[in-house]
């Protein structure tokens, strides 16, 4: 078992990763919940027949009494109305203040359910089983929870700490390549931007199956960087920016796809490759990233170049409206394995990147 504390002052939570542990969820839950007797197991319509009732299984062995919650997969559930449905179900099933919410999906369960569990009674506890790959190494650790509203995604959100986080890497071995590739981005990420060991071994395992031999280590690392990240700027008010990185201008492309085109670790992908040019350009990061990381981006399968008109990558970087204020933070790596959020004047970024976007076009 691979263990890590995310040491937050008075909301400190362990990450355990350790194939098969759904089996073991039970103990591990009632050890952080030891008054809970209620818990509200939401889950999506693709995750439920793989993982739920084994979940169930598992929590019920150790006295809790459950309630899966089902909501449809996909992106659509992180609405208002979903959170209204969640609401209720948990009231009807006699949820109190000293129960729980587990949140046993990818991201989109991890954000909604979170939300839920941060907002319902004013706050209950929950305990984060993500099962993407994405979800392992991003979304399940750090606190931030949310739904999309009309005007954006994750426009109502809170910061709620999970008492745990519970990874099973044999989890990883049902999703599909697309699936399994979307998380990919967000791996290669990490060794840009913490570890540039890491990205060298990303390099060397060669694909999915290398990085699925070595699980464990793999979501270990990830989940450390976030963790450290987290540590220093739990309120995403300046380091957790690096977590963004190729993200800005990934917003762009997924935007241009209407969200439907390109998976967010597609889109976040083409944006790495993106600032690294640009990081080149400026004479920021050194001549060479871009092929170093098109490189093994490629070996999982991920695009390397995508195209979007110029006014979405205007609007998405928010330089449409970022203008008046001067002066925008955007992330470059000054070298392989470290980046750093850059305080850029908006017309000078506006003109790189037009000469970027023409030199792609
Ligand atoms: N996914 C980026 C963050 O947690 O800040």
Redesign the pocket.
Known sequence: MKTLTVALPGREYDILIEKGLLDRAGEYCRGVLPKAKRLAVVTDSNVAPLYLQRVQTALKSVGFVVEGIVVPAGEASKSLEMLGRLYDQMLSFGLSRTDAVVALGGGVVGDLAGFAAATVLRGVDYVQIPTTLLAQV??S????VAIDLPAGKNLAGAFWQPKLVLMDPECLNTLSDKVFSDGMA?VIKYGCIRDKEFFDFLDQCGGRSGVMEHSEQVLHTCCDI?RQ??LADER?TGL??I??FG?TVGHAFELAGHYEDWTHGQAVAAGMVWAARLGEMLGVTPAGMQEKICAVLEKYTLPTRILCPWETMVEAIGLDKKRAEGGISFVLLDRLGWAEPKKMNTDQLLEQLKRLYEETA
């Open positions: 991003d979304s650790v750090g606190g931030k967000e976030k990240v987290v995403d957790r920016m977590l963004n993200h």
